[in-house]
């Protein structure tokens, strides 16, 4: 037998005691006395007195503020009916107005030194832009580089945004590729015993075309990176320049003048080295971390020389800072190898 629920047994028992129950509803302005038989949430059934034959008419089409004054009974049992309903809008609006909280929204402060520093260490690997190729001739002047140093330096960026093992592999395999079409753009050299159509410095004619053809695979190499950025591959990272910039030379050097058109990176390294900066010091403050209060405040002051020295590097900056390379040795000695 299945049991039966306090809110329906209740309905049946105030059904029970209301059966005959007069009952007044007024409609488009007239108003008729009705035997009551039952109801739910939106209808009501009734009966003419002396009659067999009961009616039913939908709640919203009757006049329920005079049900109510002169029906309490039946608008009581009414108000049984509607409390579930009643309840659960109540619900959904409350919910509706406090919009669950989204978990990642949520900023996990570390608790100590070595939490922070794992923490950056992910921060260090989240993906970036790049830069946006327009004019290829404009960085390799700008920067005072070759074209296959700046492509090979762009891909070991790639590379080195990933983690150190898979950084190596790809550095490798990207050395190597660089290596194979360097081998085959090279221009041939003229052959013994022909004769040279190379006309001298001295020469009259100085009107001689330039000969030079740029390699294929650059205009290859150009076409795909135009495209990656377009459709926001964030291929890179701040691990990477950082690591490429560290290095300094050739590499540091291009790293460098890619950073400088790559003002979106710019502004997220920044930011995210401000964040750790805030951590950093805040950690040094706390009482319960008094005996790591020097390494916090050293890792502070890390990441504010990295991140002044990030905000330097624009478009207006003509040559690279030597300070920009060191710091970014020091804060990658404060990150795990």
């Not at 108000?79 to 929204?105: G, H």
């Not at 590729?177 to 085959?184: L, N, P, T, V």
């Not at 320049?241 to 950073?259: H, Q, S």
């Not at 020097?294 to 002044?308: D, G, I, R």
Request: a neutral charge.
């Amino acid at each position: 037998m299945t049991p039966v629920k306090p809110l329906s047994l209740l309905l049946l028992l105030a059904a029970t005691v209301l059966s005959a129950e007069p009952v007044q509803l007024r409609k488009s302005g007239n108003i008729v006395t009705f035997e009551y038989v039952t109801q739910d949430e939106d209808t009501i059934t009734v009966q003419v007195p002396g009659k067999d034959s009961v009616l039913t008419y939908k709640w919203e089409d009757l006049d329920q503020e005079w049900t109510k004054k002169n029906s309490p009974k039946v608008w009581a049992e009414r108000e049984l009916l509607l409390k579930p309903a009643k309840e659960e809008a109540m619900e959904k609006k409350k919910r509706a107005q406090e919009p669950e909280e989204d978990p990642f929204a949520k900023v996990s402060t570390p608790t100590d030194t070595k939490s922070l520093i794992r923490s950056l260490s992910v921060s260090m690997f989240d993906g970036l832009k790049g830069v946006q190729i327009i004019n290829v001739e404009n960085i390799l002047k700008e920067g005072e580089i070759e074209e296959a140093t700046f492509w090979k330096t762009f891909n070991e960026l790639k590379a080195a945004s990933k983690p150190a093992p898979y950084a190596k592999e790809k550095s490798e395999a990207s050395d190597k590729e660089m290596g194979d079409k360097s081998d085959r753009a090279e221009v041939k050299k003229p052959e013994k015993n022909k004769p040279s159509t190379q006309k001298s410095k001295y020469s009259n004619n100085n009107n001689t075309e330039k000969t030079t053809q740029r390699p294929e695979q650059f205009k290859t190499f150009e076409e795909n990176a135009k495209k990656d950025y377009e459709a926001e591959k964030k291929s890179f990272a701040a691990i990477g320049y950082f690591r490429l910039l560290a290095e300094g030379g050739v590499k540091g050097k291009a790293t460098w003048a890619m950073l400088r058109r790559a003002p979106d990176d710019r502004k997220a390294m920044v930011t995210m080295l401000r964040k750790y900066e805030a951590m950093a010091a805040e950690l040094a403050e706390k009482p319960d971390a008094r005996s790591s209060r020097n390494e916090n405040l050293a890792l502070k002051k890390h990441l504010q020389n990295a991140a002044e020295a990030i905000e330097k590097v624009n478009r207006e900056t003509l040559i690279m800072e030597l300070s920009l390379s060191n710091y970014c040795q020091t804060l990658l000695s404060d990150l795990p190898k």
